[in-house]
């Protein structure tokens, strides 16, 4: 309550849930996005600052103004498939971005810092479920420039007095239930707003990546975790930093996969549409399966989802979607 946060990525769909959540809770919060990929539509709380995080002058002056107690740090490119295709886009925004921001917000006193890293950073994976002590063996340039950050955080965290949390996230998915803010991309990349999508009769069909994988029913398996139960996680990993806590990694999943297949039965459930499915050659670099162990922010933070079922995640999404 109270704290002064600064939310870069604000825009987007992870952030914007995190920024209901701390507005709900009572912190003072900054939204800087440079709407690349997020939405104004997004921002209903707290104040927006339209800039990048690599705009050293922007930058200068935002942390002059005011002090933060912490940095929330969402805003990054997130398509795996256009990082190889664009590697240096990626390096120049994920890295490079980072790298201002992080020295700015060093230079002006600031010790708390969350990063939005992700399951890629694990890349094909030698065991399952995947804990934190698994190996780190990008197949992206996406997942290389997290671990990257990652890695940037731990180095400056020996050097300067820093606290930072890494949180690396599977698939989120859902929205708030409110329907005021929701999962948005464009172009729509991702599993279930592409579902929805034609159920809402903007396609005629969904494209199912990928039949003959290592799995039961032969389409890849995902974790999907609830966006508001990701937010969630933010709130715990900050209070343990204010409370004095330094470097922390988690992983956030639901600790269970569902197959390509059993998200487009839970979408034809929620919606009552038939939803018809073409397949198609499998998506190059998508690993058969990605499931987390999620056992060290359970026992160290106490985090719990609340959101466990697919079904719910897909409801919540069409709930926004509908509007
Ligand atoms: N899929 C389809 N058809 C589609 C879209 C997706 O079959 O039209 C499949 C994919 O092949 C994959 C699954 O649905 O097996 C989930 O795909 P998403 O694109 O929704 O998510 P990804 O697992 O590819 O990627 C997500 C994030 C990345 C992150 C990665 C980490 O978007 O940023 O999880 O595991 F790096």
Same mark, same amino acid.
């Given at each position: 309550?109270?704290?002064?946060?600064?939310v870069t990525g604000g825009a987007g769909y992870i952030g914007s849930?995190?920024?209901?959540?701390?507005?709900?809770?009572?912190?003072?919060?900054?939204?800087?996005?440079?709407?690349?990929?997020?939405?104004?539509?997004?921002?209903?709380?707290?104040?927006?600052?339209?800039?990048?995080?690599?705009?050293?002058?922007?930058?200068?002056?935002?942390?002059? +103004?005011?002090?933060?107690?912490?940095?929330?740090?969402?805003?990054?490119?997130?398509?795996?498939?256009?990082?190889?295709?664009?590697?240096?886009?990626?390096?120049?925004?994920?890295?490079?971005?980072?790298?201002?921001?992080?020295?700015?917000?060093?230079?002006?006193?600031?010790?708390?810092?969350?990063?939005?890293?992700?399951?890629?950073?694990?890349?094909?994976?030698?065991?399952?479920?995947?804990?934190?002590?698994?190996?780190?063996?990008?197949?992206?340039?996406?997942?290389?420039?997290?671990?990257?950050?990652?890695?940037?955080?731990? !180095?400056?965290?020996?050097?300067?007095?820093?606290?930072?949390?890494?949180?690396?996230?599977?698939?989120?998915?859902?929205?708030?239930?409110?329907?005021?803010?929701?999962?948005?991309?464009?172009?729509?990349?991702?599993?279930?707003?592409?579902?929805?999508?034609?159920?809402?009769?903007?396609?005629?069909?969904?494209s199912v990546f990928g039949q003959e994988h290592d799995t039961p029913?032969?389409?890849?398996?995902?974790?999907?975790?609830?966006?508001? !139960?990701?937010?969630?996680?933010?709130?715990?990993?900050?209070?343990?930093?204010?409370?004095g806590s330094r470097g922390l990694i988690y992983n956030v999943g639901?600790?269970?996969?569902?197959?390509?297949?059993?998200?487009?039965?839970?979408?034809?459930?929620?919606?009552?549409?038939?939803?018809?499915?073409?397949?198609?050659? +499998?998506?190059?670099? !998508?690993?058969?399966?990605?499931?987390?162990?999620?056992?060290?922010?359970?026992?160290?933070?106490?985090?719990?989802?609340?959101?466990? +079922?697919?079904?719910?995640?897909?409801?919540?999404?069409?709930?926004?979607?509908?509007?």
């Amino acid at each position: 309550r109270g704290l002064r946060i600064l939310v870069t990525g604000g825009a987007g769909y992870i952030g914007s849930h995190v920024v209901k959540l701390l507005d709900a809770l009572g912190c003072r919060v900054t939204v800087l996005d440079d709407l690349s990929t997020g939405f104004r539509e997004l921002v209903h709380w707290g104040t927006f600052v339209q800039g990048a995080t690599g705009d050293v002058p922007l930058l200068e002056d935002l942390f002059a +103004a005011g002090r933060f107690d912490a940095i929330l740090h969402f805003a990054a490119f997130s398509q795996v498939g256009e990082s190889v295709a664009y590697p240096m886009r990626y390096y120049q925004n994920n890295v490079g971005g980072t790298m201002v921001l992080l020295d700015t917000a060093l230079r002006h006193g600031v010790r708390r810092f969350i990063f939005s890293s992700s399951a890629a950073v694990y890349g094909e994976p030698l065991q399952l479920p995947i804990d934190e002590s698994h190996r780190c063996l990008p197949t992206s340039p996406y997942g290389a420039t997290k671990l990257t950050v990652e890695r940037l955080l731990q !180095d400056c965290a020996q050097a300067h007095d820093l606290g930072f949390g890494c949180l690396r996230y599977f698939n989120a998915a859902g929205a708030d239930p409110s329907g005021v803010i929701g999962e948005m991309h464009d172009p729509e990349t991702h599993i279930i707003p592409r579902l929805l999508g034609v159920a809402a009769g903007l396609e005629g069909a969904f494209s199912v990546f990928g039949q003959e994988h290592d799995t039961p029913d032969g389409t890849c398996i995902r974790d999907y975790v609830h966006v508001n !139960d990701l937010a969630w996680a933010h709130v715990l990993v900050l209070q343990a930093l204010m409370d004095g806590s330094r470097g922390l990694i988690y992983n956030v999943g639901n600790s269970r996969g569902y197959s390509v297949m059993e998200v487009v039965a839970a979408a034809r459930a929620v919606t009552g549409c038939p939803i018809p499915v073409r397949f198609e050659k +499998a998506r190059p670099g !998508d690993p058969a399966v990605l499931v987390a162990d999620c056992t060290k922010i359970k026992a160290e933070l106490g985090w719990k989802p609340r959101y466990e +079922a697919l079904e719910m995640m897909v409801a919540t999404a069409w709930n926004r979607h509908k509007r």
